[in-house]
Nanobody, 116 residues
Framework: QVQLVESGGGLVQAGGSLRLSCAAS????????MGWFRQASGKEREFVAA????????YYADSVKGRFTISRDNAKNTVYLQMNSLKSEDTAVYFC?????????WGQGTQVSVSS
């Protein structure tokens, strides 16, 4: 069983930055690929970014490419999402996801609100 706890959300003005963190419990973090998803009010959950187990390979949605950076620290069992140049359309609940083989875990989410 893996528990994921996100933090770092909040209210920020357009053009500002936030860094989200997702702390994972358990000893399977380093063998799990990690990702960030978001869900705006009234919309479906969408992919934001992902990182492989070693942290070498990263993937981004076109809408955040060049503005967001995903990274991980396997020694701290934590994955990060650095968000720069935030836009009002980035407003959403951000969820952390861990995947190890067919097993998937989700965090409870953290709210990010960007005021224009």
């Amino acid at each position: 069983q893996v528990q994921l706890v996100e933090s770092g959300g909040g209210l920020v003005q357009a053009g500002g930055s936030l860094r989200l963190s997702c702390a994972a419990s358990g000893r399977t973090f380093s063998s799990s690929s990690m990702g960030w998803f978001r869900q705006a009010s009234g919309k479906e959950r969408e992919f934001v970014a992902a990182i492989n187990r070693s942290g070498i390979n990263t993937y981004y949605a076109d809408s955040v490419k060049g503005r967001f950076t995903i990274s991980r620290d396997n020694a701290k069992n934590t994955v990060y999402l650095q968000m720069n140049s935030l836009k009002s359309e980035d407003t959403a609940v951000y969820f952390c996801k861990a995947a190890r083989g067919p097993t998937v875990y989700w965090g409870q989410g953290t709210q990010v609100s960007v005021s224009s």
